[in-house]
């Protein structure tokens, strides 16, 4: 196989066994890599009822045809599990370095079932795959984790989050690149998984070498003619968005009961004046978005500043900057940290300082606090509710959906939650890239949600960073998806296999017992001033017009043959 590696390694922690399997041609072609393969085998190895903290949720980490190979931002890899935040089939796109080295070893894909009756971490080097203690390990934070581990490969590692089962604790690899949302961290806290250490010495195979370098260059031609990608993103970082929403009046603060207007304190030419710091780019990225300070600590990027500043009403940048780092030390997802933190002040009725910020931080990560279960346990264990600013159980970043309505209707309709990076109709409805939105409007918006859906769950199965859909096109990256595989892909055949991913991705939430009625927001969007309900509630039977589902979200058995699934 060109592209993919054909090999699948399932690891047992129950058993402490460990087997290979042949990654399927035809299941490689119809679902790519990362996020699809990992759905599709989440479908073989769960139920999707299973309890995502039980031995039985399986743990997937893949990669894609691209992952590791020249072609730009392609870097990322992927993990899928049950989210015991959601209780929804929860993808991250991660970057860094380990996705690489995980091509290098020659992995498709590594599933991670059963728990260890002791703590353990996993050690591949290229065909060698082992389990090993990790006693004298556990306790201890991402970083002690990583300087132990790292003279075997790259490291993957959970940090105190996970291992006291914080709902959004997460993966960080290499210290610098965490694996987002969703609680991945707790399922392998759950399992005793302290890490993964994967080090490779294998190329990838490339079918058509001459037609890929071809394309790789016209995909950094395009990359670096793009303003987003080449001057906002690689100058600043994510950071930009904060000026961007405030010019806008769009910037939520104090838990989505008003708009931040403090933009001094936070903003990217602050943190650029206040904090040296240089680029540290994932494998294969020309732009750079993330940036470390000179103890290689990270700086913020817009979602922490976000959920750690005007989310919780706090203006103190430095505080901001140290909360993110302990989310990196313990392995954290700030945003649903941050944005918990936000909906217990409106609840308590306390005003914010810095050292209560950190204070709350701390105990979430120890696993001190019950706001560890997220927003929408707490605050339902409290009988309010209505105060987790949460769709599906996740927390909404800090985009509103009231300000950019296109948005709005992909939060509902995510398979994940509230997660932007479903369909990222900031790029359309705000930065004015691929094309223009009006933001105000829901008129038309179906069509674009679920086009952006497609695309995006296509690209997380490539495996790439999702900020390259600001400047490629899905034409660009099938070129090179075909140069790579031989395998002819047109830009068509990519969106089709983003909607086969998304069906079957939803299939698994109905089969967990999700149902039309989780595709809303909270009860404050549709309040004075905000989304008519009305309006929204025709999108929403628009939109699953559009996707081929029944009234109720289901799809149709027609759907379900057209695209080729068959459970």
Known sequence: MFGWTGRTIIVDLSSHSITESRTGVKQAREYLGGRGLGIRLMHEFADPLVDPLSPDNPLVFATGPLTGTAAPMSGHY?????SPLTHTIFDSNAGGHFGKAMKYAGIDALVITGRSEMPVYISIYDEDVELIAA???????TRETTLALKEKGSVACIGRAGENKVRFANFVSDNLYSSGRGGHGAVAGSKNLKAVVVQGTNDPLIAETATFEKATESAQRLLQANPVTSKG??????SVMVNVLDHLDILPSMNFRGNFHDLGSISAEKISKDYRSKKTPCDGCPLGCRKV??????LPDYDSLWAFGPAVGNNDLESIVMANDLCYVDGVDPVSCGATIASYLEMSGEGIDPALLLQKVSEISHGRSSLGEGSLSYMSSQGVKDLSMSS???EIPGYDPRGMLGLALAYATSNRGACHMSAFMVGPEVLGKPVVLDRLVLQGKPGFVKLFQDFAASMDSVVMCPFASFALSEGDVAALISAATGVSYSPDDLLRTGERIW???????LGAGLTYQDDTLPRRMFSSGGILEGEFEKAIAEYYQLRGWDSLGVPTTSKLEQLGIAL
């Open 392 to 394: 599906k159980g996740l």
């Open 135 to 141: 006693d004298h390990l556990w306790g201890r934070d």
């Open 233 to 238: 993103l690689s100058v600043y970082g994510t």
């Open 293 to 298: 300070l000179e103890d290689g600590s990270p």
């Open 503 to 509: 069906n079957l991705e939803r299939l698994f939430n």
């Open 78 to 82: 992927s993990l899928i599990t049950k």
